[in-house]
């Protein structure tokens, strides 16, 4: 059954143009639909994510998405709205690249669910058998070099600078949609707002080589609004740089964290766009988080969601717990419950010292153990440490230490391996080798 897909975006917020007649297009048949991502790196960020979103939706209302890898687009760079000639990548990283971009694209369509299921192509398994002339031919023929310059998101390079080669990047992208619109009866080209002119590129090649019956358009473009944040600062962007999907570039914890610390202004719409939840629900999470803010109802739904559609549940429980550890209310029992194999997610990015077992058994006091992990953020130097010790501001697996004298004996490595040493919210593991 088909359900009203621009109706969806719409209350989500994610619409932000679209070409008249795509709604009735929709509404008429169902419908293939494609969005391109170039290979610029070898995981997506969460940048990319809110025009996955749109596949999703797409194939939810019942029509058909085509998720497009640019192995050809990528090798050349599209310049919209970019302030400078970007620099090539070579090959090897674009092959990489590709390969990274595809496994993660697969992920969220379902490609085995009859006539709607998804599909995957790359725009360079055609122009890989293009030759240059027969693409002056075909493609540039069709529009005029005013056409192109006229497109707002080319204008500030044409006053700056830009190459032949960036400059046909449109056409490229163009081409795909023609190419889709032949072989596969691909009639909407979807993307970010800033993608508006390289779509309309690719409805213009198809309506001067197809026609129109009609007045009826052969080929449709919708875009989405860039996601922003209320503070004017960018979205999607952490201290370490962009939010990935890629686990070993942005871990699940750091993922998770950078959800839960939006803003009560930003999450709602946040929501919309990034979960799946019904309208009904979101407006439900608004009421109780309102009622009680300051337990972020809202950024810890989103973060959920999120972390166990992108990671996956057992790393979101391991995120849990990590929260736990690391921001407070974790006990011993706790401590003790983490498995062997979870501690490197757990206690990714906190500060970690090795030390020797034989160290271990011929240190009988706290303040020798503490010493062996000065120069941590924790304890600058060991006069702090007997400070912090001092003033019961330490604790050992998260059991207070009463008295600088305590005897090393009263704490039980974890997992016969770690100690977690920690003051206020502070924390360090020792890892004993
Ligand atoms: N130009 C798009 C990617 C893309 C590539 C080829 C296409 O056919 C469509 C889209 C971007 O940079 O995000």
């Given at each position: 059954m088909r359900t009203d897909f621009i109706e969806e975006l719409r209350w989500r917020g994610m619409l932000h143009d679209m070409m008249p007649g795509t709604d009735e297009q929709l509404n008429k048949e169902m419908t293939a639909g494609y969005i391109g991502f170039d290979p610029t790196a070898a995981s997506l960020h969460i940048g990319n994510l809110a025009t996955i979103m749109l596949l999703v939706h797409l194939q939810k209302a019942g029509h058909k998405p085509?998720?497009?890898?640019?192995?050809?687009?990528?090798?050349?760079?599209?310049?919209?709205?970019?302030?400078?000639?970007?620099?090539?990548?070579?090959?090897?990283t674009l092959r990489i690249n590709q390969e990274g971009i595809r496994k993660q694209l697969e992920q969220f369509l379902d490609f085995n669910c009859g006539e709607n299921s998804a599909e995957m192509v790359n725009n360079y398994d055609w122009f890989k058998e293009i030759g240059f002339l027969q693409f002056l031919r075909e493609?540039?023929?069709?529009?005029?070099?005013?056409y192109m310059m006229s497109k707002d998101s080319v204008k500030k390079?044409?006053?700056?600078?830009?190459s032949f080669t960036e400059f046909s990047y449109q056409l490229l992208q163009g081409y795909d949609f023609y190419h889709l619109y032949k072989h596969k009866n691909v009639r909407l080209q979807m993307g970010g707002s800033d993608q508006w002119g390289n779509i309309t590129t690719g409805t213009e090649i198809i309506r001067r080589k197809e026609g129109d019956e009609e007045g009826y358009f052969k080929a449709y473009a919708l875009t989405t609004p860039l996601v922003t944040k209320s503070d004017g600062s960018k979205f999607g962007k952490s201290e370490g740089g962009n939010i990935w999907l890629d686990p070993t570039r942005t871990s699940p914890f750091e993922f998770y964290q950078f959800w839960l610390n939006q803003s009560d202004e930003d999450s709602p719409r946040y929501l919309r766009v990034f979960s799946l939840?019904?309208?009904?629900?979101i407006e439900a999470l608004e009421v109780s988080h309102a009622a009680e803010p300051h337990l972020r109802i809202m950024q810890k739904a989103l973060a959920a969601e999120l972390t166990m559609r992108i990671h996956s549940e057992r790393?979101?429980?391991?995120?849990?717990?990590?929260?736990?550890v690391l921001f407070g209310k974790a006990t011993l029992e706790m401590l003790q419950s983490i498995a062997i194999d979870e501690f490197d997610t757990i206690f990714n990015g906190v500060p970690q010292t090795e030390i020797f077992r034989a160290d271990w058994d011929s240190t009988s006091n706290l303040l020798d153990l503490i010493s062996t992990v000065t120069n941590s953020e924790i304890y600058p130097s060991k006069g702090e440490a007997r400070r912090a010790l001092q003033q019961n501001a330490v604790s050992i697996n998260k059991v207070k230490v009463s008295s600088p004298e305590q005897s090393l004996a009263d704490f039980e490595l974890l997992q016969d391996k770690f100690i977690l040493v920690s003051k206020g919210k502070k924390n360090h593991l020792i890892k004993v080798l």
């Open positions: 085509i998720a497009l890898v640019g192995g050809a687009t990528g090798m050349i760079g599209d310049p919209s709205f970019k302030a400078s000639e970007r620099s090539f990548l070579d090959e090897d493609a540039g023929k069709y529009l005029s070099v005013n390079r044409l006053e700056t600078g830009i939840k019904s309208k009904e629900e790393d979101y429980q391991l995120v849990l717990k990590a929260s736990d």
